[in-house]
């Protein structure tokens, strides 16, 4: 829209930010800021316009003048790149692994004390092989509190006792028995992911334990429609499968490759297994080695947990955020990286407050910040 020699054309007019507009048929182009189409105190010039006579113009312009320009160095600064994209982008659904103490309809008001948008559960003891069974009541008035609360159960997290990658015949039994019960539960009550560790090989190489925990999904078959699980990465102790996100892929891949499993990232297992996600350096390799291996696209959840363990101690133990060893740019990284804007997050952090409230609430006021704005490294 420029004329020779560099001037701007005068049949467009600038607004000062940026646009560009015809002008009004009419309106005078004077003043020593011909370029920008304004006046001597750095207004755009208003042509007289019918209706308005001159009192009213001189009242205006007195008006005008009473008014000091904006001085260059008071204009906001411009925000560095990307600072502006993330304050228009809204957080990924945060939340915490709440309690079911009194039924699993009590979790989504726990959910909206801590102000979550999203929590996860244990659907029965994490420690036992089975539960009481869930009834129809039970789920609709899980169903309702969801309503009610606006609060919404992304996960159930299966019981610890699981393990397909046992070598003894009779735990993988109990374990595919006990995982089918889960998936029901799941889909009883509308929950859409169900998060499994993916079990141990014990004193057995690691690749007969990824062989029979592949075998087992494959003779499990599809899971209830609505219900994916998600195998959850590991800290890495003993032999536990799932420490690596090269293991992951070949646990994947030995199975088949099901549409109906995917993937859940822990923060505090990725660094505890050797991940050093708290630099950029480490955060862009694990980045590079989910999209290199495919399972970027597979990751649909998040535990978004500290370590009270150092770096690659293979140790599992979950800290509140800031207290641990995982710094926290680390979280800020995972919160607002474009490719997990909608993945849910969730703490499964302490529970040593003054209640079990106390902490969730100040670890996902934490969480908040973090997206916000980085820290300053520690």
């Not at 990924?92 to 039924?103: I, K, Y």
């Not at 509140?320 to 995972?334: E, N, S, T, V, Y």
């Amino acid at each position: 829209m420029r004329g020779g020699g560099g001037r701007v054309a005068r049949d467009a007019l600038h607004d000062g930010e940026g646009a560009v507009h015809p002008p009004v048929r009419g309106a005078p182009w004077r003043g020593g800021d011909r370029g920008h189409g304004r006046g001597r105190r750095g207004v755009p010039v208003v042509p007289r316009r019918k209706g308005i006579g001159p009192r009213r113009q001189a009242r205006k312009r007195a008006a005008d003048a009473r008014e000091p320009p904006v001085a260059e160095e008071e204009l906001p600064a411009v925000p560095p790149d990307g600072a502006e994209e993330i304050v228009k982008r809204k957080a990924p659904p945060l939340g915490a692994h709440v309690s079911v103490a009194g039924g699993v309809h009590t979790a989504p008001e726990r959910g909206k004390r801590i102000g979550a948008d999203v929590v996860q559960i244990f659907s029965k003891h994490n420690t036992r092989w089975t539960g009481k069974a869930l009834e129809e009541d039970d789920a609709r008035a899980f169903r309702d509190e969801c309503g009610r609360t606006g609060v919404r159960v992304a996960a159930i997290h299966c019981a610890y006792l699981i393990n397909l990658g046992s070598s003894k015949e009779t735990v993988r039994t109990r374990s595919l028995y006990a995982l089918e019960d889960e998936a029901s539960r799941a889909a009883m009550l509308g929950v859409p992911y169900l998060v499994m560790h993916p079990g141990s090989s014990g004193d057995d190489p690691a690749a007969e334990g990824i062989s029979r925990i592949a075998t087992a999904l494959a003779s499990f078959g599809r899971f209830p429609g609505g219900v994916t699980l998600l195998l959850e990465n590991t800290a890495g102790q003993g032999n536990s499968i799932g420490r690596s996100i090269g293991q992951l892929r070949a646990l994947l891949d030995a199975a088949g490759n099901p549409p109906d499993v995917g993937v859940c990232l822990d923060s505090a297992h990725l660094f505890e297994s050797g991940y050093d996600i708290g630099t950029d350096d480490g955060w862009e390799a694990l980045l590079a080695e989910l999209t290199s291996l495919g399972i970027a696209p597979l990751v649909r959840m998040w535990h978004l947990n500290d370590s009270k363990t150092p770096l690659g101690s293979k140790v599992d133990r979950h800290e509140h955020l800031g207290r641990g060893k995982i710094p926290l740019p680390a979280f800020h990284r995972i919160l607002t990286h474009k490719g997990f804007a909608s993945t849910p997050m969730v703490l499964e952090t302490p529970k040593d407050g003054i209640d079990e409230f106390e902490m969730d609430l100040r670890n996902l006021a934490m969480l908040r910040k973090l997206f916000a704005g980085p820290p300053e490294d520690r």
